[in-house]
Nanobody, 119 residues
């Protein structure tokens, strides 16, 4: 059974930093694309970042480029999202997800972790 478990969310002031973690189990982690998404109240879920393989291609939505960094540790089956210079508009529930390389959609999702940025 595949599980993705996020942690590291919380309340932070604008300009602060948080690091989210997502621990995966039940899958061959190194062969999966891993991504982070977020959903703010009243809005659709949106893509934040993804990573195809360790040391490989990463992508970011424009609003987080230069502030967020996605990374992964295949030995620990964990993906991270380092979030710096946080803004109130980054407030959302953050989800990690995984999909097979070449798959169009993400197959597995975590339960989400709340990030709240106060102004």
């Amino acid at each position: 059974q595949v599980q993705l478990v996020e942690s590291g969310g919380g309340l932070v002031q604008a300009g602060g930093s948080l690091r989210l973690s997502c621990a995966a189990s039940g899958l061959t982690f190194s062969t999966y694309v891993v991504g982070w998404f977020r959903q703010a109240p009243g809005k659709e879920r949106e893509f934040v970042a993804n990573n195809i393989r360790s040391g490989g291609t990463t992508s970011y939505t424009d609003s987080v480029k230069g502030r967020f960094t996605i990374s992964r540790d295949n030995a620990k089956n964990t993906v991270y999202l380092q979030m710096n210079s946080l803004k109130p508009e980054d407030t959302a529930v953050y989800y990690c997800a995984a999909k097979s390389i070449g798959s169009r959609q993400y197959d597995y999702w975590g339960q989400g972790t709340q990030v709240t940025v106060s102004s």
